[in-house]
């Protein structure tokens, strides 16, 4: 009897056991804690305030505007286009930007002005004047002895360029050459696409704009390789620049440095890519339409020199505005301060 209840015993414990067993592999295994996602901080963007002019002098920033505005840029550019170098020069002395693009002249004359606050990061633009005829007579310097040409500006860079060449050939403006500069470039322009001007000499956009209208038009001169040849030397014709405040730039080095590369490849793409960089200089206003700007951009000699690495050019270019009329350059030739160094 003792023997039954033990057997009964032994076998309601295993499946006691068992049913135990059952019942905790039928439990869910507890599921995992979910862990909160990484916080995704946001990088805020150094700003660079920055002036160029419409024209030549702005066409090389056309890319870094397009990347800004698309939140490509590394910077966060705030970008001024302006009319004329009157327009950047309060702005400049007041300290309102950071980096412009002006012309040659106007950024040493800005340096003068301001006891060396300004300093010249680099050349964008080379030459981008030349004579245009609506005729086969003007084939070299030579040829336009005795002839009267129209131009814009009288005592402006191209003016006293040409007034050089024409004396490194041993002709005098006004003497030898008369030069007519009742008309500005736009009226200068019209003049010539209408045929009521037969020579002159402009700068682009505005010589392509003429071709454009008039098919008769030709270039006759290219006034850059026309000063190379006057020379007697292999130097450029440095006529536009970039140029950066001398406290913002020793006080953020790194980020002019980015500018700077960004700014490398702006120009790059604007002669790479020149149907994309036409497009968009319509988009963005510094030429007024794609056509325009497509045909202009071979002839504009969009380029990036350090500074430094275009020291000779300038040098030379500023002793021949300093020789006709110290004023053009602010009175005093550049010195070794007027150069940024990274």
């Known amino acids: ?75 966060d550019y705030d970008i001024s286009l302006l009319e004329s170098p009157d327009d950047i020069v309060g702005k400049v002395i007041s300290k309102e930007i950071d980096i412009a ?4 002249n106007l950024a040493l004359t800005l340096y003068n002005k301001t006891q060396g606050e300004v300093q010249l990061l680099a050349v964008n633009t080379l030459g981008v004047v030349y004579v245009l005829e609506n005729g086969q007579e003007v084939n070299s310097i030579a040829d336009l002895k005795g002839k009267t040409m129209a131009a814009s500006g009288k005592g402006a860079t191209p003016d006293f360029v040409m007034q050089y060449i024409l004396k490194q050939n041993g002709m005098e403006q006004d003497k030898d050459v008369m030069v007519d500069f009742t008309l500005q470039h736009a009226d200068l322009a019209a003049a010539m696409a209408s045929g009521d001007v037969k020579l002159g000499m402009l700068p682009q956009p505005h010589v392509t704009t003429a071709m454009m209208k008039n098919p008769d038009l030709r270039i006759a001169l290219d006034i850059t390789a026309e000063y190379k040849a006057a020379s007697g030397t292999d130097l450029d014709l440095p006529m536009g620049c970039i140029i950066v405040q001398k406290g913002f730039a020793n006080e953020h080095k790194e980020l002019v440095q ?9 120009v790059d793409f604007v002669n790479n890519e020149s149907e994309k960089a036409a497009t968009l200089m319509e988009k963005h206003k510094i030429l007024p339409n794609a056509a325009v700007a497509l045909k202009a951009i071979p002839y504009s000699n969009i380029v990036y020199i350090e500074g430094v690495d275009a020291k000779d050019s300038l040098a030379s270019y500023y002793q021949i505005l300093f020789d006709f009329e110290p004023k053009s350059i602010g009175g005093k030739l550049a010195d070794d301060g007027f150069y940024y160094q990274n």
């Open 1 to 75: 009897m003792k023997s039954k209840k033990k057997l009964i015993s032994i076998v309601a414990s295993l499946f006691l056991v068992v049913s135990l067993a059952g019942c905790s592999q039928s439990q869910p295994a507890p599921e995992a804690t979910p862990q909160p996602e990484p916080e995704q901080v946001e990088v805020q963007k150094e700003t660079m305030k920055i002036a160029a002019l419409k024209g030549p002098t702005g066409m090389g920033m056309v890319q870094l505007m397009e990347n800004d505005e698309l939140g490509e840029s590394a910077i």
């Open 258 to 266: 980015q500018f700077m590369d960004e700014y490398k490849d702006s």
């Open 101 to 104: 693009a002006v012309p040659t």
